[in-house]
């Protein structure tokens, strides 16, 4: 999702899936929209050989760059992969079809708990299958940071004026201070909006720059002390730099799903069963979780984890007492959108 790993394999990848949308014309496939370097090229490759059903296979770099798409019917998918918050706005247009459970045996792997987080979202779950899950989170190295780092409002600390990295995104900048006022993250309320917008304005002369994936580069390289940061970015940068570490602050935060949704209009349904119903298997799912380090909900794949390291990380697969105060993002509507949109826009031009 938003959380594509920049890894320099992408080159080798690429050419490993096969044609585009358009170029699809073999009677026995599955037609799929993904987000960048989400799954492994090889997971694909043996579900062809198992099956014989070929895979075609799209990427997108956001959620709103794949919602138009489909929504104009541009290209006709037969599973797409979402986050949380889109698929609760392709539910309130009518996009998505139920999905037959009983063709998906391999679904009992995943773990309850997400399914019931899915609820925030899809919440009668008859139309997602969680493929990854995530937090936000402060990453901050222990060399250049002398304070506890606990909770949000480090990131307002004057000491660390231009070594602060925020998240060029709208829903998750404000849910920081929105969660340090106590307020839903998914509030519409204006006054909330604009006491949120009002704390980031506050904040903004203490940040060095607002971006997304360049806050693993940047914090890797250590030109910053702090940045707010994914989970799964967070595993990556701490392989690659020991003096990273990663806290869900006690206010609470963003817990992302990503999850599988069929289209309406899919062509190739029972085959999209047959796919998520692979993709659902332990072995499988581990491969996956593997190569994009974005946590699993397949409980059969986390059993399946050698590394015991890994196995119990707290930062892959965070305590319930860890997410006590975190919130999953939904769809607000048209007008929440917008009203965001404007107070966002406030912030960057302040």
């Not at 138009?68 to 290209?75: D, L, S, T, W, Y």
């Not at 085959?271 to 119903?277: I, Q, R, S």
Request: hydrophobic fraction near 40%; charge should be negative.
């Amino acid at each position: 999702m938003k959380k594509m790993l920049a890894l320099a394999l992408l080159a080798a990848v690429l050419p490993v899936f096969p044609a585009s949308v358009a170029q699809a014309k073999d009677k026995e496939e599955v037609v799929v929209y993904n987000w960048g370097e989400y799954m492994d090229p090889d997971v694909i490759a043996d579900f062809e050989k198992e099956t014989g059903i070929k895979v075609v296979y799209e990427e997108f770099e956001t959620n709103e760059i794949m919602y138009p798409k489909v929504a104009a019917g541009a290209a006709q998918y037969d599973l797409i992969c979402p986050s949380d918050y889109m698929i609760s706005k392709m539910l309130a247009n009518d996009m998505l079809q139920p999905i037959n459970f009983d063709h998906i045996p391999n679904y009992a792997n995943i773990d309850e708990k997400y399914i019931e987080q899915s609820k925030g979202f899809d919440p009668e779950n008859k139309y997602s299958i969680p493929y990854c899950w995530g937090t936000v989170g402060i990453l901050y190295n222990t060399t250049m940071v002398d304070d506890p780092v606990d909770s949000w409002e480090i990131l307002w600390n004057e000491k660390y004026a231009d070594d602060i990295l925020m998240q060029d995104s709208v829903r998750d900048a404000f849910m920081i201070p929105e969660k340090m006022l106590g307020y839903d993250i998914n509030t519409v309320n204006e006054d909330e909006i604009a006491a949120a917008a009002q704390l980031l304005m506050d904040q903004k002369p203490l940040v060095q720059a607002y971006v997304i994936d360049q806050v693993r580069d940047k914090m890797i390289g250590e030109e910053a002390a702090l940045g707010v940061i994914y989970s799964g970015e967070a595993i990556y940068t701490q392989r690659e730099n020991e003096n990273l570490e990663y806290v869900i602050p006690k206010e609470g935060t963003n817990v992302w799903i990503d999850s599988w949704v069929i289209p309406k209009n899919a062509k190739n349904v029972e085959n999209a069963e047959k796919f998520l119903d692979f993709l659902c298997r332990g072995d499988i799912a581990l491969r996956n979780f593997d190569y994009i380090t974005y946590s699993t909900p397949n409980k059969a794949a986390r059993e399946l984890i050698e590394d015991e390291e890994i196995r119990e990380s707290t930062i892959a697969f965070p305590t319930e007492e860890m997410l006590a105060n975190s919130q999953v993002f939904v769809y607000i509507g048209e007008e929440g959108d917008a009203l965001y949109n404007e107070y966002w826009d406030k912030v960057k031009s302040y």
